[in-house]
């Protein structure tokens, strides 16, 4: 297609009846989010980018306009695609890259509702800090499973999802993406896994834990094997890289000397700042839209003393669950109600990293303000001091044995998900889930996706794709209208959870557990275990998080339906996992492949 420079170059949204169309300018320049000033990407200025508020049913026009030194796309993590496959943001299979000064504009129309995000899928963007809020409000008649929570406030619990805050809560690093790539060349080994803030709505600031509380929470699995190796976690918190190469380099070369001692070693903290919540004024409730857009880690979260309540996920309504804290992995959405019943005050919403790789937290501020009805004091301190009491402390673990954690097996679709898993399949895909070669290689299905694709090839959508040449092991090409299921084993031990991610159509999470997967469907592995399926009300997600193989191995499975034939992305949303290769190319639907109008290919 060809580009052309908008004459606005500000963020501009309007939305006529049933459409929603915005510019988004990618540049980069320097910025401080944590304190510390680098080079970072800025969307129409802002970090995090804007929220796109967009209205179900409408058809979406998003502009973007790249004005960055490098080749870039956007994804909107979550959106379906239904008949649009072009417009998924994916260089080398559905576009090719928009280059520097050029732009693209992908349309689409959005039937679904609910709260996503929108990131660049280019190289490791988003570390450099390209992802934006994106929210789809529900067309009106929509069910909604609000009485669940509080029959006679419904009114009150909808007035609140009308002003939902997205809360994005992500992680920070002080070398750009680049740079880090090439200390992983260099090094051999995962150096991006030491980071260096936590960020809500892209503020936070480097805090250096004293080593007596760094020692007081390492991890009680990972102690012993640091001491039998004369090791401890770094002033970072951070695993140190002599151990990432025990636990995963397996006697491959290694050259953790390159390293400058900032990346794992040296903390330096700064003043950056901290995200204010502002609790609105005489509402009885609010609603918030959690977003983790995270390069690396995963975290638990909590808000002090207050529950939430869940009612989305994925940006799809639940049945209600009320849970204290939630573990969010990479790309993962919760759409929560809490309760503004408690004295007006400060509360810490609370943020630390659960990966074994490093300790790191934060801590956000929901503040209640003056003249709220449940004021109890006419005067409000006006420093954003937290005196709460949290549910999940600096690594994440509970502060008590009442407090409740967020459970994907007791998650139901509200209403009940149509249509339910087929209780057949047409095609079993068995991935097997690895580091090969070295730390930072990683593979979705034993061999690394090769990145060079991204920039040179024709999109793979362009051209009908030749069934007969699948692709060697990180193809999976499909019939449009079958079901298939996708058996993910993670092989061999020490591995993190992988939060695998599904671009286009949902997935239903049918199966999981511990130890070798021997079977060849789950048909087989359900007849042996029943325990572990769940097969008439499983978990409908675009994320799917592989369990920690910490003493043996594990398997995940997923079941889904073809209906949108394009050419998708699986793949880790653990940005340096994504960056050593663990992807795999989804071709789906390849007897009704579709046409792509040349006004849309760039
Ligand atoms: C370690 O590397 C060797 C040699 O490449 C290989 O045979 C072995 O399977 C690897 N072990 C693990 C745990 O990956
Ligand atoms: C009201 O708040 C002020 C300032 O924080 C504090 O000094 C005072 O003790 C509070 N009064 C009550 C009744 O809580
Ligand atoms: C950017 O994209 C263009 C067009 O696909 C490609 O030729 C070029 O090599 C890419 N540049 C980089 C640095 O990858
Ligand atoms: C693919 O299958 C789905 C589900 O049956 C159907 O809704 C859709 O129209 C089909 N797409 C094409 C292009 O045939
Ligand atoms: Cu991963």
Partial sequence: MLSFLPLLLSFASYALAGS????????????????????MIFI?????????????????????????????????HGIEQIDTPWADGVPGLSQRPIQPGDSFTYKWYANQYGSYFYHAHSRGQIDDGCYGPMLVKPKPGILKPFDKIAPAEVHLLEAAEAKVTPLVVSDWRHTTSERTWQLELESGIES???????????KGSVDCW??????????????????QNNLQMTDKGCLPPEMLTILLANGTDTNIDVLPPEVFEV????????????????????????IQTAGIDAFAFSIDEHPMWIYGVDGHYIE??????????????????????KPAANYGIRVASIALAQLI?????????????????????????????PYTNQAGAATSTDVTFFDQTQMLSFPPQFPQPAPEVDRTFILTLDSVGASYIWALNATPFNHAIDDTNPPLLYQKPDASNPGGDITIITKNDTWVDLIMK??????????????????????????????????EAAAAMPQNFNLVTPAYRDGFVTLASVTEPTWLAVRYHVVNPGAFMLHCHIQSHLNGGMAMVILDGIDEWPEVLEHYKN
């Fill in 44 to 76: 129409n200025g802002q970090f995090p980018g804007p929220l796109l508020e967009i209205e179900q049913g409408d058809w979406v026009e998003i502009t973007v306009l790249n004005s960055m030194p490098f080749n870039s796309t956007i994804h909107s």
């Fill in 361 to 389: 937290d934060t801590t956000a501020v929901l503040s209640y303000e003056g003249g709220h009805s449940h004021y109890r004091n006419g005067t409000r301190d006006e420093s954003d001091a937290v005196t709460s009491r």
């Fill in 490 to 523: 993670v092989v061999t031990v020490n591995q993190p959870p992988h939060p695998i991610h599904k671009h286009s159509n949902k997935g239903f999470i049918i199966g999981q557990g511990e130890g070798d997967f021997p079977w060849s469907s789950v048909a």
């Fill in 20 to 39: 929603f169309q915005c510019t988004l300018e990618l540049t980069w320049g320097t910025g401080s989010p944590d304190g510390f000033e680098r080079e």
């Fill in 192 to 202: 991006a896994v030491c980071m260096d803030a936590l960020l809500v709505n892209g």
């Fill in 320 to 341: 209600p669950l009320k849970v204290d804290a939630i573990n969010l992995y990479n790309g993962d959405r919760y759409s929560v109600f809490i309760e503004l019943d």
């Fill in 210 to 227: 004293p080593r007596e509380q760094i020692t007081r929470f390492t991890n009680p699995g990972i102690a012993p094997l640091l001491q």
């Fill in 267 to 290: 903390c330096t903290p700064t003043q950056g700042s901290r995200e204010v919540i502002k609790a609105p004024n005489s509402a009885k409730w609010m609603a918030l839209d959690i």
